[in-house]
Structures are given as structure tokens and as C-alpha cells.
């Protein structure tokens, strides 16, 4: 989708601090980060939110990538947050799908 940001990053069009690539998944570092480590999961595919999620196979593949840029990231073992926001009352600003792997130190709170 032309006007959605997470879509022109994965085009290329809008650059990004990218930390893990494969097929169907591009994970790159938060802009406005909440801890030391604070990467953005999505996949390459637009889906608006995680209520339209129809296939199963996709949440494995969003979980797989995200523990792909933890251990990149190091903090595998040392432990992370995994978040979704959902639609306005959750939090959720970027319609297109996407999980935040958050970690590495203090985590303010306040912005999760
Ligand atoms: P949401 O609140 O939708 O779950 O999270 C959207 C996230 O995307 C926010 O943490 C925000 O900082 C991040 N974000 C928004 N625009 C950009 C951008 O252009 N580049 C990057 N790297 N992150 C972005
Ligand atoms: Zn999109």
C-alpha cells in the first residue's frame, strides 16, 4: 500500500536501520525507541492489524523472525518483550501488522 510507512520502508522508498531480512519478514530498529534494544517485526505482506490475521502459518513466521533479531541482537538468553498492539484502544498508530521485540535495559514503560 502506497501510503502506508511500514510498506514504503519494505520497498525501500523510506529508509531504515535494518537488523534481519528473509522472504516474508523485515525486522529493523524503532525510530522512537522505548528500551536500548527496540526492533519493529513485520511482515513484508500488508496486513492491517492482527485481527486480520487469517493465516496461522504467518503469527509462526512473525514469532521465528522476532527470535531471529533477538539472538542478533544478544538478548536471546538476557530475556525481551514481545508486543502487539491492536487497533486504537491498543495502542496501535502503524496499520500494518507488526511486533515490537523490546529489550536490552530499562524499559520505559509509559511508551508500551
Ligand atoms: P504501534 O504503536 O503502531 O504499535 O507502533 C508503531 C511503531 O513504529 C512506533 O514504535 C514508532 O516509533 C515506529 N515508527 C513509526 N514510524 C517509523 C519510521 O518511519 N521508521 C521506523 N523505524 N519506525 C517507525
Ligand atoms: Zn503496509
Redesign the pocket.
Known sequence: MSNC?FCR?IAGE?P?SKVYEDDLFLA?????PVAPVHV?VVPKKHIPTLMDVADDGLMQGLTDALRATARIKGIDNRGFKMVI?CNKEG????YHL?A?LIGGGTIDKNKI
Not at 28 to 32: A, G, H, K, R, V
Not at 91 to 94: A, K, L, Y
Request: aromatic share 6%; glycine share 6%.
Open positions: 510507512i520502508i523510506i531504515c529493523f530498529d524503532d525510530i522512537n519493529v498492539n495502542g496501535q498508530v502503524i507488526h515490537h
